[in-house]
Structure formats: C-alpha cells, structure tokens
C-alpha cells in the first residue's frame, strides 16, 4: 500500500506545498528538538574550559538545527507508513500540507545549513559529528533498520544519544568519558521508552508494517528486554556523580529517579499478556520522559550550583 492509496488527495496536492509555517515547524519534530538542546548544552557544560557565550549559543543553535532537518527527513521518507498509524497520521507530508519535495528540500537545506554554521562556530570535528548524526538517523534508521529489524530502535537510538557528545565536542573539538556516559544514558534509556510505547501502539505499528519488537517477539519478551534495559540504566543514570563530574544533588536526584523508572518497568513486566489497557506502559512511557528531562535538567542545575560555590570559595 502507497501514501497515496492511503491518501489519494495526495497525489493532487503533491505538486504543490500547502503548508502554513506552523508545518514547517512541526517537520522540525519540537519536542525532540527540545530534548536535543538539552542534552547537547548539559555535554557543553560538563566540558573542561569555557566557550565563548555567543559562540555557545550558535552552537546550540545549530545542533538544533541538525535535529530538526534529521525529523523532516524523516517526515519525508516515513509518509507513507505515518499516513497509516492513529499517533503520526496528522503530520504535514501525509495529511498533504507539505509536500514530499519540500520537506525533502527542507530537510537537506538545514542539513547543510546546521552543518556549516556549527562548523564556522565552534570546530570542524563538532560538525562532522553533525552530519554524521543527521546521516545516521535519516539514511541508517529511518531508510535501512526501521522496516528491516526489530532492533531498530536499539540502533537507531544512537542517532538520538549524540548531541550530549556533539556539545562536549563543540566546547572541546574531542570526545572524552564524560560525553560518552551522557550518550549511554540516552541510548540505554531509548529501547525501554520506545518499547513502552510500542506495547500500547501495537496494532498501529502492526498495520503500518514496521516490524517492532512486541510485533515481532512479542509481549512477553518485549517486557523482559524492557526490564533488563532499565536494570543496566538505572546505575548508568548515576553515572556521572559516581564518577566525580556531578555533585551530590545530581546523585540523589539520579538515585531517586532511576528506582522509580525501575518501578514502572516492573509494574510492565509483571502485566498480563493480551492487557488491553496498558496502563504500566503508558506509565512507563509518560514517566520515561520526565526521567531523561530530569537527568539532564539536574546536570545543568548541578553545574550552576558547583560553580556558584567555586566562585564563593
């Protein structure tokens, strides 16, 4: 089945975007977006030294950016398959305000855009991680592992657990431990949130074809790798405070929210097969997050308060 047997207005509108600018904001995936300068700006904080404050900001700003041209991307190439589930089926490619040949137009002008300017800014090393991230989500997930492998968001996850890398990088022009837990709290957080909600868009993703790990393994073993996930996450959360970069508030905040994502993730592996409600995964899936938000919000929190007291001392 094609986007346009889904959509058949499709295929009058393809010729030309009707989209308003709100549509090309929703190709840039906000909520993403915002986790995206979050976690870029906490790498940035935690390295060594300090970047000039402008600098840092058109930094941010085009790690942003980048994140943003990876979604219309995928927005691009996905309309077909987001055409056919409940929670995408209102985006602009498949609903036919934008055309696939400007959100593809889109997506490859910031690409380069993001790329260059995080070049110019910062150092040619952060931008090659740049494009290389956009690279990764755009062609490697989104065109090669989601429709292939029901590890795809195992994989995939990493596109979404480098900006924290390609931040230290823009402060630092290398890559060091500190970053590299960033980016494994991230990549081990993805598998447990996306999984959660996959348990309850079973029948979306079902329809759609996109072969997720409860379609494909399913229920029982996708609660047990949610699990296990979350029993290896818990500890990495804690990571940077148990290895002397984050203070003691980073730590009980890391502490108190890694055991009550261990909770939910319990609650979800304890659920009943065939559980219509799904009321541990939405959970999971909601609380999941609040803990990642809450991880890195801390670390930001964490750098202002070391650096208060150093400046008081």
């Given amino acids: 089945m094609t986007l346009v047997d889904v959509n058949p207005s499709i295929a009058t509108r393809e010729a030309v975007s009707l989209a308003e600018p709100r549509d090309f904001i929703e190709l840039l995936k906000?909520?993403?977006?915002?986790?995206?300068?979050?976690?870029?700006?906490?790498?940035?904080?935690?390295?060594?030294?300090?970047?000039?404050?402008?600098l840092a900001v058109i930094s941010i700003l085009a790690i942003a950016i980048g994140a943003g041209a990876a979604g219309a991307l995928n927005m691009w190439y996905d309309a077909d398959i987001d055409a056919m589930m409940s929670r995408t089926a209102q985006r602009p490619v498949p609903t036919g305000r934008v055309s696939g040949e400007a959100a593809l137009t889109f997506g490859l002008s910031l690409s380069l855009l993001s790329v260059c300017l995080l070049g110019l800014a910062s150092n040619w090393v952060a931008a090659g991680f740049l494009a290389f991230t956009i690279f990764f989500y755009a062609v490697i997930y989104t065109m090669g592992l989601k429709r292939s492998t029901p590890q795809n968001i195992v994989i995939g996850g990493a596109a979404g657990a480098f900006p924290p890398m390609i931040g230290y990088a823009a402060a630092t022009g290398s890559v060091s431990v500190e970053s590299t837990i960033l980016f494994l709290i991230i990549f081990l957080?993805?598998?447990?949130?996306?999984?959660?909600?996959?348990?309850?868009?079973?029948r979306d993703y079902g329809s759609a074809g996109v072969p997720m790990l409860p379609n494909v393994s399913g229920e029982r073993t996708t609660r047990i790798q949610?699990?296990?996930?979350?029993?290896?996450?818990?500890?990495?959360?804690a990571a940077p405070f148990l290895l002397g970069y984050a203070g003691p508030a980073y730590?009980?905040?890391?502490?108190?929210?890694?055991?009550?994502?261990?909770?939910?993730?319990?609650?979800?592996?304890?659920?009943?097969?065939g559980d219509v409600a799904m009321l541990p995964a939405k959970?999971?899936?909601?609380?999941s997050i609040l803990y990642l938000f809450g991880l890195f919000a801390m670390l930001l929190v964490d750098a202002a308060i070391m650096s208060f007291l150093q400046g008081g001392a």
């Fill in 251 to 273: 730590g009980a905040v890391s502490i108190l929210l890694g055991l009550n994502f261990l909770r939910h993730a319990f609650a979800v592996l304890k659920m009943a097969d």
């Fill in 30 to 54: 906000p909520r993403v977006m915002s986790l995206v300068i979050l976690t870029a700006v906490s790498g940035l904080v935690v390295a060594p030294g300090q970047m000039n404050p402008m």
């Fill in 226 to 237: 949610i699990f296990a996930y979350s029993l290896v996450l818990a500890p990495v959360g």
């Fill in 189 to 202: 957080w993805t598998p447990p949130h996306f999984w959660a909600l996959a348990l309850f868009k079973l």
């Fill in 283 to 287: 959970k999971l899936f909601g609380f």
